[in-house]
């Protein structure tokens, strides 16, 4: 994802700057990066982290490095900061946590997995979710660490797709969605297993008639978090989305602020890192 988001630079050209500029905005006085309510958060952190990153912006990672620190092994962490802790400090450049502290946060990880192999944002559950096993998969990637009995991963992501190719982030769901889609489309590839065609015509299906994608079938406007993942997983499964791309660049276009953000669909009204860095994967898809 970040060697993708890398290429937005193509397009955002001089505006890339302006870009750069809101992210290094949002560092909180602590050394991590503002959620919507202004405070710090390790979620938002990694979209800031990640998006100075694809941008190559020449700053000093010692003051993210110090609000790492603060939270040592993550005790404290639910699911999803634990991972966001692993991924944020895989961004740091040349530095690491000690090794007992990063094997201290992938043992809080395995306490979140499933029954049917996978991962869930509750602990011990009975079945995993895609999002969560996304996370998982991803914090062992960080820390360049195996994850254990990975295979098992795709029992539970069996039990997750639906009858029209796409994927649930939860059981017994009928219909699937698109982050969720495109998060299992990731996890299969990297168990060598490839998604079925009905996968990729499925999230072809999402693209809205004016551009971007959509989050499920039902949805009735496009938002920047599932216009990104889509295009990604599409790339992954060397599905062409050439038809669409100059509707996708124009609805970005329509998002995007010249403060240097995006804002995550029509009816938002508030600019963040994530959407910040999900508006860069996005360009860097179309701009290939």
């Known amino acids: 994802m970040l060697q993708v988001a890398r290429l937005a630079k193509r397009l955002l050209g001089d505006s890339s700057q302006l870009v750069a500029e809101f992210i290094l905005n949002q560092q909180h006085e ?32 010692q003051p993210a490095i110090e609000y790492l620190e603060s939270f040592q092994a993550g005790d404290d962490l639910d699911f999803v900061h634990l991972t966001c802790l692993a991924r ?4 740091v450049p040349q530095k690491s946590p000690p090794m007992k502290r990063t094997q201290r946060i992938l043992e809080k990880i395995e306490q979140y997995r499933s029954a049917d192999g996978g991962y869930n944002l509750t602990p011990r559950s009975k079945n995993g979710a895609c999002y969560a096993c996304f996370l998982a998969l991803g ?14 991963m795709r029992h539970c992501l069996i039990g997750l ?19 969720p889609t495109a998060a299992a489309v990731r996890i299969l590839a990297r168990l060598g297993i490839n998604p079925q065609q ?3 015509q499925w999230l072809l299906q ?34 062409s989305f050439s038809h669409i791309k100059e509707k996708c660049l124009d609805f970005i276009d329509s998002l ?10 029509w009816m938002d009204d508030a600019l963040d890192c994530e959407y910040t860095f999900y508006g860069l994967l996005a360009l860097g898809h179309l701009s290939v």
């Open 30 to 61: 602590d050394g991590g990066f503002k959620n919507r309510g202004g405070e710090s958060d390790l979620y938002y952190t990694v979209f800031a982290l990640e998006s100075l990153l694809a941008l190559q912006v020449d700053f000093s990672f």
């Open 88 to 91: 944020a400090w895989a961004n």
């Open 139 to 152: 914090a062992y990637q960080d820390f360049e660490t195996p994850m254990p009995d990975m295979s098992a």
């Open 161 to 179: 797709q639906t009858v029209d190719g796409a994927f649930a982030n939860e059981m017994n769901m009928k219909t699937g969605l698109t982050a």
């Open 198 to 200: 009905t996968t990729a």
């Open 206 to 239: 999402r693209h809205h008639p004016q551009g971007g994608f959509c989050a499920a079938p039902q949805t009735p406007l496009p938002d920047l978090l599932s216009t990104a993942t889509a295009l990604h997983a599409l790339a992954a499964m060397g599905a």
């Open 256 to 265: 995007w602020v010249n403060k240097g953000s995006f804002y995550g669909d």
